[in-house]
């Protein structure tokens, strides 16, 4: 019988990933469970994963660890379950390539929502030809981006916004579209989250492609002369 998807649930308190399972079974998900960091990339590695759901807090291999293992994998989407005190953890999860987060406690509405949203962001048909941002060209369809002929390893949140601001270049773009447009949640994630994958975006590219602050509004794309 078809599902919506795939899920796998990682957190080492089997409470948690019975109500997890619910939920997600409940809208219509096929769900495994793993109980620490290793269990999950062994769990991946098998194939046939859509989407997890990792908890920071593991014994042994941490989550931010085992996500960095996972982005090693294939850029698998990870969507992060964090306490709220958490802020500087899921700030370097969204550095490591993580799609999202949700805090506890949580509503089964918003988790779900959220699964769906990564799932159907990633489903979507991509653009058919190769994109320039000064000196960097993308492939949308490859999902790939060189600077001068080098390789440049950037995790799927992050090359999706580069396609959204070199496609419409000189526009200015607010946080909350950014947000809309490539998290396709309008604020879900807040808009630090802009700010984090547009610092990495320009740190991996290690070139000036004219990504520029707009005061007060957001960012744009204005290629340099």
């Not at 960097?136 to 440049?152: E, Y």
């Not at 390893?153 to 950014?178: I, K």
Request: aromatic share 4%; with cysteine.
């Amino acid at each position: 019988m078809a599902t919506n998807g795939h899920i796998l649930v990682v957190d080492d308190e089997k409470p948690i990933r019975r109500l997890l399972r619910m939920y997600l079974g409940d809208a219509g998900f096929t769900v495994a469970e793993a109980a620490d960091g290793r269990a999950a990339v062994a769990e991946v590695k098998k194939g046939g994963i859509d989407l997890v759901l990792l908890d920071l807090m593991l014994p042994g291999q941490d989550g931010l660890d085992t996500c960095r293992e996972l982005q090693s994998l294939g850029r698998v989407p990870v969507i992060m379950v964090t306490a709220r005190e958490d802020e500087a953890h899921r700030v370097l999860g969204l550095e490591l390539g993580a799609d999202d987060y949700v805090t506890k406690p949580f509503s089964p509405a918003e988790l779900v929502a959220r699964v769906r949203a990564v799932l159907r962001r990633i489903g979507e048909a991509p653009h058919d030809q190769t994109i320039s941002a000064g000196s960097a060209v993308v492939d949308p369809v490859a999902r790939t981006c060189t600077v001068d002929g080098r390789g440049v390893e950037l995790t799927r949140l992050e090359l999706d916004l580069l396609v959204e601001l070199a496609t419409h270049p000189g526009v200015a773009y607010s946080r909350e579209r950014l947000l809309e447009r490539v998290w396709r949640y309008q604020s879900a994630v807040g808009a630090k989250t802009v700010d984090v994958h547009v610092a990495n975006l320009r740190r991996k590219i290690g070139v000036d492609i004219g990504i520029v602050a707009v005061r007060g509004i957001g960012y744009k794309l204005e290629p340099p002369a």
